[in-house]
């Protein structure tokens, strides 16, 4: 359908085992919410469906008895082109496939601020300006993409454009967004900060079986989160993951029994914040670079450079480059027995990132048996 999701036939997910194995794990969630609220969007004239994903989120009750509600958008096969923003908590967007539902549309953060007479790149609590920035905004907690494709497609549709590749949001939270979940879905953008969950103060997130790829910063989460068998593809020599986990020692990236692949050279990760980066069970293409997680600085504007309270927090267990053992020395094994055990598994790393505070293998169970009941 689209250039991007060629990547998908290509790179096809570990999946259905893998899908079955953290189901059946996931303990049921222990919360006493009534059953979800339903919707169904189709392209096409169909009865009882909204024609735009936005028009049946716009429908969602935001007062009254089922304000609070889960409510699920079911979204059949088609391209949409649209933008959307998600402003009301326990929202699950479930597409019918990343290769059959993809939300698409061509947006390029500076040209979007530009228009908002706002000429240098928003920081602190500037960074709400970004609001439409994105092909999916996210003003909301308790949101889940599940089984769908967003793709912004500003760089492909506009190739003259010398500004193509920067910043090109597929998703971007904001301030007060968090337990955000992405599960068998894709996140495309040929720029920089393809999936951006931006709260710095409590933000929690979940990637299982998704699919991330641009240009540099693929997925730059601010706060925690958990990734789960993944693949990332960077078209650039620059970094692929980005933290931002200063307001917190605790907070980290984790990233387990994922993919890395790229263009030769491609980097695996970098910061401006303190921030912390656990990666165990990985596999990296050849075209790795053999370049450290690193610290940026700005030598020329030492005023640019970032806090670094708590130095380099690169960990690292049982990752491999294909076609090369050992791996490079900064990828060597340095887990002590404690994150051993911490990050085992999908399970015990969740309880070690999150805590009593979320539980979102079981959230994703509970919405898993939702769509198969349906």
């Known amino acids: 359908m689209l250039w991007v999701l060629a990547w998908c036939c290509a790179l096809l997910f570990v999946s259905s085992a893998a899908a079955a194995d953290v189901t059946a794990k996931a303990p049921v969630a222990a ?29 969602l009750p935001t007062t009254g008895p089922d304000a609070k509600r889960w409510a699920v958008i079911r979204i059949a096969p088609g391209l949409y082109r649209e933008k959307l923003f998600l402003k009301r908590d326990k929202v699950v967007l479930a597409g019918s496939g990343l290769s059959q539902t993809v939300i698409q549309y061509p947006i390029l953060r500076q040209h979007f601020l530009a228009n908002r007479n706002s000429s240098a790149l928003p920081s602190g609590k500037d960074l709400e300006k970004d609001w439409g920035a994105a092909v999916v905004n996210i003003a909301a907690s308790d949101i889940q993409l599940l089984d769908l494709a967003v793709h912004n497609s500003y760089a492909l549709e506009n190739p003259q454009d010398p500004a193509r590749f920067e910043h090109q949001f597929a998703v971007r939270s904001f301030a007060k967004a968090t337990r955000i979940i992405t599960d068998q879905s894709q996140f495309a953008s040929n720029g920089a900060d393809t999936m951006s969950l931006w709260n710095k103060q409590n933000g929690m997130y979940l990637h299982r079986q998704s699919f991330f790829s641009g240009r540099v910063d693929l997925l730059c989460p601010r706060g925690s989160a958990l990734v789960l068998d993944s693949d990332f593809v960077n078209y ?10 200063e ?47 690193f610290r940026r600085t700005y030598p020329d504007e030492p005023q640019r450079d970032q ?27 340095n887990f002590n027995a404690e994150q051993a055990t911490a990050y085992a598994d999908a399970q015990s790393a969740s309880m070690t990132l999150f805590g009593a505070r979320w539980q979102p293998l079981a959230e994703l169970a509970r919405s898993r048996q939702w769509l198969s009941n349906k």
């Open 31 to 59: 919360d006493i919410d009534q059953p979800p609220l339903w919707r169904q969007v189709a392209p096409t004239a169909t009865p009882n469906s909204f024609h735009t994903i936005q028009a049946a989120l716009d429908s």
């Open 236 to 245: 650039n020599q620059a970094a692929t993951l980005w933290h931002d986990g």
């Open 247 to 293: 307001l917190s020692p605790e907070q980290q990236l984790v990233v387990l029994n994922s993919r890395f692949h790229g263009v030769s050279g491609f980097q695996l990760g970098r910061r401006h914040y303190d921030g912390q980066f656990v990666l165990r069970g990985n596999q990296f293409s050849s075209a790795l670079a053999n370049q450290p997680i």
């Open 307 to 333: 806090p670094n309270r708590y130095g380099d927090r690169n960990f690292y267990l049982q990752n491999q480059i294909q076609n090369q053992s050992p791996a490079y020395p900064w990828l060597a094994d």
